[in-house]
């Protein structure tokens, strides 16, 4: 059995992707996230596993499609929730968050190739991971890494050389923290949701006077049917479906030059 494990929390405004605040506000920045959790999620669903798992910090919305499984993340750092997200699995388990948009099912799709003493790990830009594999799934692996440094990456992948794993690295991916970012990945992905939602979100940044980084070769139209228009302000949120659940603070990557989580969310 192949597990696919995403986790994430849910796109409620001003509980993610605060690194975009501003130029974006805590309603934009939630829909940013929403759609790089849309695209995630349905990369997932294309992507060849025997089980999908969401592992989800707050509730469940109508960005969530049929074909997964959700748990809820445990209590405790980063290092435990990833941990335990592998304790519930067997076999061979990938593990992703929901700040690269950008990832492919080909990328996603080494979790079948991964035996016993194989890992897989996904260097994140600014030193974390966007990915985890492991082909017998073991949280010790995991717990313990300091997580939110600028080593991140590096301790956990000499944990995986520690424990005599074959280790397979996957391409290096930037995951989204800030309008920079926002605007490297949309550029890599103009198709997508999360492009879709970047321009809308740059054109009213624009017009209330933000400066946001322009999207290079991210035509301003056509925008997806599936885009949250973009709200003035902050009294109504523009993510549907959000449920109004506290969610634990945002673990997604510090803006570059600060210090990164591990996995991206």
């Known amino acids: 059995m192949t597990t696919l494990l995403v986790i994430a929390k849910s796109p409620i405004p001003g509980r993610v992707k605060t690194r975009l605040i501003p130029p974006c506000t ?29 592992v989800l910090d707050g509730a469940p919305g109508p960005w969530l499609p049929d ?52 890992a ?28 939110s440094t600028a080593t991140t990456g590096s301790v956990q992948l000499e944990r995986l050389h520690t424990a005599g794993l074959r280790v397979r690295l996957l391409p290096t991916l930037r ?6 970012d926002a605007e490297a990945v949309a550029s890599e992905v103009p198709d997508s949701r999360f492009a879709a ?12 006077g933000e400066a946001t980084p322009a999207v290079r070769g991210v035509a301003a139209d056509p925008v997806r049917g599936d885009v949250t ?19 634990r603070a945002d673990a997604s990557h510090p803006a570059h030059g600060a ?7």
């Open 26 to 54: 805590p309603t934009e920045a939630a829909a940013l996230a929403r759609a790089a959790l849309r695209d995630t999620l349905h990369t997932a669903l294309a992507t060849p596993a025997s089980r999908r798992v969401l």
């Open 67 to 118: 074909g997964f499984e959700v748990v809820p993340q445990c209590a405790g750092g980063l290092d435990e929730r990833l941990a335990t997200a592998f304790a519930s699995c067997s076999g061979p388990t990938l593990l992703i968050g929901m700040d690269t948009p950008q990832v492919t099912p080909e990328l996603l799709a080494c979790v079948r190739d991964l035996g016993p003493d194989d």
């Open 120 to 147: 897989a790990f996904g260097p994140a830009s600014d030193g974390g991971f966007w990915a985890l594999g492991l082909g017998r799934p073991d949280g010790a692996l995991i717990r313990g890494v300091p997580m």
């Open 175 to 180: 995951d989204v923290d800030t309008a920079a």
């Open 197 to 208: 939602q970047w321009r809308v979100v740059r054109a009213t940044a624009a017009a209330r």
């Open 229 to 247: 228009p973009a709200v003035q302000g902050d009294a109504t949120p523009a993510v549907q479906g959000d449920a109004a659940h506290p969610a």
């Open 259 to 265: 210090t990164p989580t591990a996995i991206p969310r």
